[in-house]
Structure formats: C-alpha cells, structure tokens
C-alpha cells in the first residue's frame, strides 16, 4: 500500500463551525493542508469527512499517520 506524503510532523489546529463539513487530506499532496484539494486523484487515498457538532478548536493530523483520522494522535512524535 502507498504511504502518505508527509507535509507537516505537527497537526493543525482549526477553528471549526457547529454543523459544518470538513474534508480532511489523507494523502498528504494537497496544498490546502489540511485539507482536500483533489491531489489525490489516481492514488488509493481518500478523504476523510468530519463533521463539527460544536464550534471550537480541532487538531487535525498532519503527518497523516494518525491511527484516528482526522484528529491527530501523537503519532508524529514517532516519525
């Protein structure tokens, strides 16, 4: 299976918005880290849905090996 790129080994904090749809990358490739812009067209990666239930800060993963997508899980600190 193909690995992510890695575009950061720290997540990214997002102020989130109550009922919105987020489309994270897992891929790694988009430039609009971090979240989906459609580089991962072609490859076996696909994004990852999140949906905010309140508005707040969320850490969304950033080296894309966390073991719960979206959120990161401190897995980059093993990278």
């Not at 950061?8 to 490739?29: H, L």
Request: net charge negative; glycine share 8%; proline share 9%.
């Amino acid at each position: 299976m193909d690995e992510p790129d890695i575009p950061q080994k720290s997540p990214y904090g997002v102020d989130v918005e109550a009922g919105r749809k987020y489309w994270w990358c897992a891929c790694g490739r988009s430039k609009s880290q971090p979240f989906c812009d459609g580089s991962h067209k072609g490859t076996a990666f696909v994004p990852v849905e999140f949906r905010a239930e309140k508005s707040e800060k969320v850490w969304f993963c950033g080296c894309k090996h966390t073991a719960n997508p979206p959120l990161c899980d401190g897995t980059h600190e093993t990278l």
